[in-house]
C-alpha cells in the first residue's frame, strides 16, 4: 500500500514570500499521479496542481509549482509571492495510474496548515 | 452551480439512528467516491464507484454502505450510527484513471451524539 507524508504540520511566511511545503511517498509502482489539495477554512478541498509520474518536467500553475524527484519520491509545493488568501491546510495526495481492482481514490497525507502573516 | 453537490450540509443525529448523506453530480463523470476527514488526518476512502453497477470497498468501509443511483447520483448510508463516525463526509468525482484529478463536494459535516 502506498503512503504519503507531510512532516510539516504547520508552516508560517510571510504576505509576498515564498513558501515551499514537503511531501514524501512510498510506491513500488513506477506510474501515478500527485497531487496538492487545498483546504481553507469554507472546509472545501480545491485542486491546486497535479503532476503525472511519467513527466520529467514540474508542473506549474500561477503562482504555484512543484518540484517533483521522483527516485527521492519527494514531491513539494512551492508557493510564490504568498498571499493572505493563500492560508489553508494543504493536503498531498497520491494515486495509482493503474486502478481497478480494489486499487482506486486517493491517498492523502495528514496536512500542512499554512499560516500567511501580513 | 456547483459542479458536486451534498446534501445535508450539516447533520446531527443519535446513536443509533439511520442516516443517508446525497451527492449529485452535473460534471457528467462515470467515477464517484466517498470520503471521511478527522480532525487532524487527511482524507480516507469510504466506498467508490466506477458506474452504476460497479461498487467497491475503500480502506474503512466497515459501518457504511452505498447506492449508485444513477450516474450522476451516489449516496452514503450509516445503518446505525455510532459517535465515532463523527467527521467530515466529502464526495468526489472523477473522469477516469488516464483523467485523474478528482473534483470535491463541499462536504457535509455529521456529528452522532
Known amino acids: 500500500a502506498q503512503t504519503v507524508t507531510q512532516s510539516q504540520p504547520e508552516m508560517s511566511v510571510q504576505e509576498a514570500e515564498t513558501v515551499t511545503l514537503s511531501c514524501t511517498y512510498d510506491?513500488?509502482?513506477?506510474?501515478?499521479?500527485l497531487f496538492w489539495y487545498k483546504q481553507p477554512p469554507s472546509r472545501q478541498m480545491i485542486l491546486v496542481i497535479r503532476?503525472?509520474?511519467?513527466?520529467?518536467q514540474n508542473a506549474t500553475e500561477n503562482r504555484f509549482s512543484v518540484n517533483f524527484q521522483k527516485a527521492a519520491k519527494s514531491f513539494s509545493l512551492k508557493i510564490s509571492d504568498s498571499q493572505l488568501g493563500d492560508a489553508a491546510m494543504y493536503f498531498c495526495a497520491y494515486r495509482s495510474a493503474f486502478g481497478g481492482g480494489g486499487a482506486d481514490g486517493l491517498t492523502f497525507g495528514k496536512g500542512t496548515h499554512l499560516i500567511i502573516q501580513p | 452551480d456547483a459542479d458536486v453537490t451534498q446534501t445535508p450540509r450539516n447533520r446531527i443525529t443519535k446513536t443509533g439512528k439511520r442516516i443517508m448523506l446525497e451527492c449529485s453530480q452535473t460534471k457528467g463523470h462515470d467515477r464517484m467516491y466517498w470520503y471521511r476527514q478527522d480532525p487532524g488526518l487527511g482524507l480516507q476512502l469510504i466506498y467508490y464507484s466506477f458506474d452504476v453497477k460497479d461498487i467497491n470497498k475503500g480502506e474503512i468501509s466497515d459501518g457504511y454502505s452505498v447506492s449508485r443511483q444513477a450516474q450522476a447520483k451516489f449516496s452514503l448510508s450509516l445503518e446505525s450510527a455510532i459517535p465515532n463516525q463523527t467527521a467530515l463526509y466529502f464526495c468526489?468525482?472523477?473522469?477516469?484513471?488516464?483523467?485523474?484529478?478528482?473534483?470535491f463536494g463541499p462536504g457535509t459535516r455529521l456529528t452522532v451524539l
Open positions: 503532476q503525472e509520474a511519467y513527466k520529467q
Open positions: 510506491t513500488s509502482e513506477s506510474d501515478y499521479y
Open positions: 468526489a468525482t472523477s473522469a477516469g484513471i488516464r483523467n485523474s484529478a478528482q473534483f
